[in-house]
């Protein structure tokens, strides 16, 4: 699945299937469900690390998003980068991951 594909699946009530727990947590996110969002990041791996942490960055928990950028292996973010980038940035590594999985 492309980006584009997966950002014109947020104009439906429910995210594509066969898409990874972090994909979906990004999904969530775009959505505005936080929290929905935060619960399936804390159970996908190294790649629902990486969403964690962007979540918290989000949220302004800067500390406890650099514990989770760490653990995913990523460097930090700035505080002052744009959201939309890194989620974009985030949705391109995890599609292809995806991707190469066989979904």
Wanted: net charge negative; proline share 3%.
């Amino acid at each position: 699945m492309k980006l584009s594909a997966f950002k014109g699946s947020l104009a439906r009530d429910k995210p594509p299937k066969g898409i990874s727990r972090a994909l979906e947590a990004l999904w969530w996110d775009a959505k505005g469900d936080w929290d929905k969002a935060h619960g399936l990041a804390q159970d996908a791996g190294a790649a629902g690390a990486w969403v964690h942490a962007y979540l918290h960055r989000k949220e302004g928990d800067v500390g406890n998003a650099r514990y989770w950028y760490c653990q995913a292996g990523q460097g930090v973010q700035t505080a002052d980068a744009p959201f939309d980038r890194e989620w974009d940035e985030i949705a391109r590594a995890l599609l292809e991951e995806n991707e190469a999985a066989g979904h």
